[in-house]
């Protein structure tokens, strides 16, 4: 009886391998009509990459926006050595922190060496620069805000190199392209590892 069911489930199983290959469902591509093998369909990028670009925004010049073109902040309550985000609660809802949502991080005006991501008390992982945790500010509703600039004279718009930016807040509008500390140069993709002495991805 239990041999019998054993067969049974064998063959069962034999059959649904040999359905799910004739499906393609082993990641083969069926030749197309005309013989040929299909062109597998380009990648689609991830919707989740961190992207940090050096953009001037207002009167602070150059500081660094996320993918959304939305400004970053650092936070004096937070130490760089070690690196450590002290905003968590209530302080992250005010201050969402930028996320390492993905494996790799497109870098434009950002020094790959300075870039890298800490363990927050949730278990997430977020961005540094220069050691500083960095954050979104949930008052800035468009690219070229930093409403949050100078806020409790405790938040600051983080500078390509992990500094303070000096300047009044602004609202609206970026008055610079992205990108302009390295006129001419394409993005770059980092490695895993952002940064010495940081968390990986």
């Given at each position: 009886?239990?041999?019998?069911?054993?067969?049974?489930?064998?063959?069962?199983?034999?059959?649904?391998?040999?359905?799910?290959a004739?499906?393609g469902?082993?990641?083969?591509?069926?030749?197309?009509a005309?013989?040929?093998?299909?062109?597998?369909?380009?990648?689609?990028?991830?919707?989740?990459?961190?992207?940090?670009?050096?953009?001037?925004?207002?009167?602070?010049?150059?500081?660094?926006?996320?993918?959304?073109?939305?400004?970053?902040?650092?936070?004096?309550?937070?130490?760089?050595?070690?690196?450590?985000?002290?905003?968590?609660?209530?302080?992250?809802?005010?201050?969402?922190?930028?996320l390492?949502t993905?494996?790799?991080?497109?870098?434009?005006?950002?020094?790959?060496?300075?870039?890298?991501?800490?363990?927050?008390?949730?278990?997430?992982?977020?961005?540094?620069?220069?050691?500083?945790?960095?954050?979104?500010?949930?008052?800035?509703?468009?690219?070229?805000?930093?409403?949050?600039?100078?806020a409790?004279?405790?938040?600051?718009?983080?500078?390509?190199?992990?500094k303070?930016?000096?300047?009044?807040?602004?609202?609206?509008?970026?008055?610079?392209?992205?990108?302009?500390?390295?006129?001419?140069?394409?993005?770059?993709?980092?490695?895993?590892?952002?940064?010495a002495?940081?968390?990986?991805?």
């Amino acid at each position: 009886m239990n041999r019998t069911r054993v067969i049974v489930l064998a063959a069962a199983a034999a059959f649904g391998l040999a359905t799910v290959a004739a499906c393609g469902g082993n990641g083969a591509q069926t030749p197309a009509a005309g013989g040929a093998p299909a062109q597998p369909t380009s990648q689609q990028t991830d919707p989740n990459q961190v992207k940090l670009t050096a953009t001037t925004v207002g009167q602070l010049g150059q500081v660094v926006t996320d993918a959304a073109g939305m400004t970053l902040y650092r936070f004096d309550g937070d130490t760089a050595n070690p690196p450590t985000s002290n905003c968590n609660d209530a302080c992250a809802k005010a201050w969402p922190p930028e996320l390492a949502t993905s494996s790799t991080a497109t870098l434009d005006g950002v020094d790959q060496s300075v870039v890298g991501v800490i363990l927050r008390k949730d278990g997430t992982k977020q961005i540094t620069i220069n050691g500083w945790a960095v954050y979104k500010y949930a008052k800035d509703t468009a690219p070229g805000d930093a409403k949050g600039q100078g806020a409790m004279q405790k938040w600051f718009a983080v500078t390509p190199q992990g500094k303070k930016a000096a300047g009044a807040a602004t609202s609206g509008g970026t008055s610079g392209a992205p990108g302009t500390s390295k006129a001419g140069a394409a993005p770059t993709t980092s490695s895993p590892d952002l940064g010495a002495g940081t968390t990986g991805y």
